[in-house]
């Protein structure tokens, strides 16, 4: 059988490239080791200027953009946004500790979502 049949997420997302831009180190770290585990290949920004900065430096886009919704100067939602205009194939995936930071998000072609990262190491695999 096919090996990317039967991987943990089929064959689109299967070792996807993921960039994780969060101001916690702790958090970045608790993320990536869940996503790797989970064979997805990751890179961390710890800001929004450095995320939009590997963004665009990066030839091939990400498959993902996991990104904190409150960062200090450029937040999750800007980040989100800068990302929809210049690479609007690329999916994003909000994180926020704050119920009330979820902002809505209009319809769109781009996969796109938000969650609490309360629950991200039991949730992410799921919803990436």
């Given at each position: 059988?096919?090996?990317?049949?039967?991987?943990?997420?089929?064959?689109?997302?299967?070792?996807?490239?993921?960039?994780?831009?969060?101001d916690e180190p702790s958090?970045?770290?608790?993320?990536?080791?869940?996503?790797?585990?989970?064979?997805?290949?990751?890179?961390?920004?710890?800001?929004?200027?450095?995320?939009?900065?590997?963004?665009?430096?990066?030839?091939?886009?990400?498959?993902?953009?996991?990104?904190?919704?409150?960062?200090?100067?450029?937040?999750?939602?800007?980040?989100?946004?800068?990302?929809?205009?210049?690479?609007?194939?690329?999916?994003?995936?909000?994180?926020?500790?704050?119920?009330?930071?979820?902002?809505?998000?209009?319809?769109?072609?781009?996969?796109?979502?938000?969650?609490?990262?309360?629950?991200?190491?039991?949730?992410?695999?799921?919803?990436?």
């Amino acid at each position: 059988m096919d090996a990317a049949l039967t991987a943990p997420h089929g064959p689109i997302w299967y070792g996807a490239t993921v960039l994780l831009v969060d101001d916690e180190p702790s958090v970045r770290q608790i993320v990536r080791r869940t996503l790797e585990e989970e064979n997805f290949h990751v890179e961390e920004a710890s800001d929004g200027a450095s995320a939009l900065r590997l963004i665009q430096a990066r030839a091939e886009p990400f498959d993902l953009v996991l990104t904190d919704l409150s960062m200090p100067q450029i937040d999750g939602r800007q980040v989100s946004e800068t990302l929809r205009r210049y690479r609007p194939s690329v999916a994003i995936l909000c994180m926020s500790a704050d119920p009330d930071a979820v902002p809505y998000i209009e319809s769109s072609d781009t996969p796109s979502g938000c969650c609490s990262n309360r629950s991200l190491p039991t949730t992410l695999p799921r919803r990436a």
